[in-house]
């Protein structure tokens, strides 16, 4: 799930936050000349696999970096926090595998090189979504972009599966590449942002200046050893004094910048459904959103003018009178949708018609 939920600061680690995000050099978002850095060990025959690598992922992918063995310092530090102040609410997954989100080798014992990439939302869509009847209607609920139109891990795993083939002749011999979309012991964005795919912002997603934030993230794993690739945004503050995010977020979830309540989330509860959601916020945030959440996108001045194309709000859109064929042929269309059951997004569905309308 594409949202915030693996943000991580208390007032302790806050002004560490501070102080790194403010440390960089650069102190603007433009775009800097991308770096290599080679680790103390790389593969003898990595000059032509990263040719080969380059050469692929350019023609899959809009922006994309490497990491050699990365730990996901300091974010490490500051999820750490976070999940001992329990603000990952149900997702127990998390803290069962969060030792193994400090560093690759510790997730993946025998992996050493990680690509990262991004692909921003719409991408894969051939043609304009279906747009609901308006006239025989009167209400509607959301799903987030990302959940519009063809399922981005499946987007992800296509195009990965490309660069293999094009690397493969160059792999070493029992190489077997590791795909990884939106699951795995990775701390995502912090490894996005140490490759230099962007900054992460106070409703802690990461944001690309020029670009915005919609945008899903997707990782390659090796066991070959390769020179970094920082492909670059220079800057590591982009917010300053902005807290559109935190003020426009209906249920408090941004607590303070840069640190999230995953429990108060709506993209947490449309979607991982725990029974003991709180009635009020329920209730707060009525039937506006069926699946996901992007308020806290839609208000960030990164994302006024996106240089990407826009998803259509009519594809976005569910009749709350929806009939099951209805809903079924709605979850076709959106392949996000199709990774949960039909029957959790009918009880959905109901929870909505059983809310009052935010107009109301």
């Known amino acids: 799930m594409p949202c915030g939920c693996s943000s991580f600061q208390t007032d302790g680690w806050r002004r560490s936050l501070r102080h790194f995000l403010k440390g960089s050099p650069s102190s603007n978002s433009r775009i800097c000349r991308m770096e290599l850095r080679t680790p103390s060990e790389t593969s003898p025959g990595s000059g032509a696999l990263m040719e080969a690598l380059a050469l692929a ?11 050699c063995d990365p730990e996901a310092a300091p974010e490490w530090a500051y999820f750490q926090e976070w999940l001992k102040d329990g603000f990952h609410g149900k997702l127990d997954y998390m803290a069962r595998s969060a030792h193994r989100r400090q560093k690759l080798s510790l997730a993946y014992p025998g992996l050493r090189t990680l690509v990262i990439a991004l692909l921003f939302h719409g991408s894969g869509q051939s043609e304009k979504s279906q747009s609901p009847d308006t006239t025989s209607h009167d209400r509607f609920a959301k799903i987030a972009r990302y959940a519009v139109g063809p399922d981005y891990h499946r987007l992800f795993e296509e195009a990965f599966g490309r660069v293999i083939t094009a690397i493969t002749p160059f792999l070493p011999s029992g190489e077997t590449p590791l795909i990884k979309v939106d699951h795995g012991a990775l701390l995502e964005k912090s490894l996005a942002r140490r490759a230099g795919l962007g ?33 670059g945004y220079g800057s590591t503050e982009i917010c300053g004094g902005c807290r559109r995010c935190l003020d426009a977020c209906p249920t408090g979830a941004l607590v303070e910048p840069f640190r999230l309540d995953a429990r108060r989330c709506l993209s947490y509860l449309t979607i991982e459904r725990p029974s003991d959601d709180p009635l009020e916020l329920r209730k707060k945030f009525g039937g506006e959103w069926f699946f996901g959440c992007d308020i806290c996108q839609e208000v960030c001045p990164y994302n006024a003018t996106p240089s990407h194309a826009e998803i259509e709000d009519e594809g976005r859109l569910l009749p709350v009178s929806a009939s099951s064929g209805e809903l079924k042929g709605f979850r076709g269309r959106n392949g996000a949708l199709s990774r949960v059951s039909l029957t959790r997004l009918e009880y959905r569905l109901r929870e909505i018609r059983e809310t009052e309308s935010p107009e109301d």
């Open 57 to 67: 992922m350019d023609q899959e992918f809009p922006a994309w970096g490497i990491l």
């Open 199 to 231: 900054a992460i912002g106070k409703n802690t997603l990461l944001i690309r200046p020029g670009q915005g934030s919609y945008f899903t993230l997707g990782s390659l794993l090796l066991s070959t050893p390769l020179p970094s690739r920082i492909d």
